[in-house]
């Protein structure tokens, strides 16, 4: 049974830092895509970054890019998303997802999703 989990949200001031985590378990993730993905309260869900497990080719949302990072350790099953910078407009449910297609900002491409853990940056 495949699991990922997310920790890592939580409260934090406008320009803080946060690391999220996605424990990964349950099979072979090697030719998979790992992607982080956020809802905000009203809105869609929305792409945030993505990651080729085996390759460690990254992609952003033009609005993270330069402030998130995007990171993947197999040995461990991990993927973990560095956020710095923090806004207000980033608060928002996180999820980690994994996909059987590879590295995609489509989230219909993912097959598996975490819970989700909430940021929140305040002002």
């Known amino acids: 049974q495949v699991q990922l989990v997310e920790s890592g949200g939580g409260l934090v001031q406008a320009g803080g830092s946060l690391r999220l985590s996605c424990a990964a378990s349950?099979?072979?993730?090697?030719?998979?895509?790992m992607g982080w993905f956020r809802q905000a309260p009203g809105k869609e869900r929305e792409f945030v970054a993505a990651?080729?497990?085996?390759?460690?080719?990254?992609y952003y949302a033009d609005s993270v890019k330069g402030r998130f990072t995007i990171s993947r350790d197999s040995a461990k099953n991990m993927v973990y998303l560095q956020m710095n910078s923090l806004k207000p407009e980033d608060t928002a449910v996180y999820y980690c997802?994994?996909?059987?297609?590879?590295?995609?900002?489509?989230?219909?491409?993912?097959?598996?999703w975490g819970q989700g853990t909430q940021v929140t940056v305040s002002s």
């Open positions: 990651i080729r497990w085996s390759g460690g080719n990254t």
């Open positions: 349950g099979r072979t993730f090697s030719s998979y895509g």
């Open positions: 997802a994994a996909s059987p297609l590879g590295a995609t900002m489509t989230d219909g491409a993912y097959r598996y």
